[in-house]
């Protein structure tokens, strides 16, 4: 009777063991849930809501501005009905899209956002695609700036081509992060992760100085002056002046 008691034991105390390992997993698992199997349900779930904006065929918004302001306002319709049909986790924040728009266009002002619809300087490599040349130029020379439809459908294409161009990649991962780690899309921080975007060093640097001051010119009421024209891909100096 011992000798079988002193064999049972063992088991016993191996069965105890595992027992409360598996008890602690299941603790962590049901109080700590693993963030890959969260984002995976929260993905099945913006794809039925999608799918479902999707359907509703929403019209595209209008597109007027006269205005520093009224160009952000504008600019952030053309976002809430792209992000109305897009998937959470492929939504580009409003705030990154709106400064690289007023930085790259000029706040709606050069001819490229006048003239072809884009207010990103999106290039594109085939000359069977609509597009413009740089001014003075006449022939082609391998590459134009795209001409879209409509504003917003620049925006759209733009949101695309962030989700989907090899070369934003690193963009994509620190937006998949944040989100499986449930941290809020911060432009500053995504922002940097776009170098591939601007042969411009600072690029960054701009886009951040852009995003504070539209912060700044929201708390105020009527408009401030902003001076317009702007080159992204021209290397500032010190202190980009022309983003005063």
Known sequence: MQKRFKLITPLIKKFISYFTVGLIIFSIG???PNPYIKYKLRLQSENFYTNWANNLGLQ???FNYNNDIQFVQAVRKCVDWVNFETPRYERV???MIVAQAALESGWGTSRFAIEGNN???IRTYDKNVPHMLLEGRTKWKGWGVRIFATKCKGVKFFVELLNNHSAYQEFRDKRRSMI????QLDPKILIKTLGNYSTTDDYDERVIYIIDKIREQEKKSGEIEIETKVDSHVKPPEKPKDLK
């Not at 499986?180 to 941290?183: I, M, R, T």
């Open 30 to 32: 049901t109080f700590l």
């Open 60 to 62: 595209e918004p209008t």
């Open 93 to 95: 924040p409003i705030e």
């Open 119 to 121: 207010l990103f300087g």
């Open 180 to 183: 499986l780690w449930d941290q």
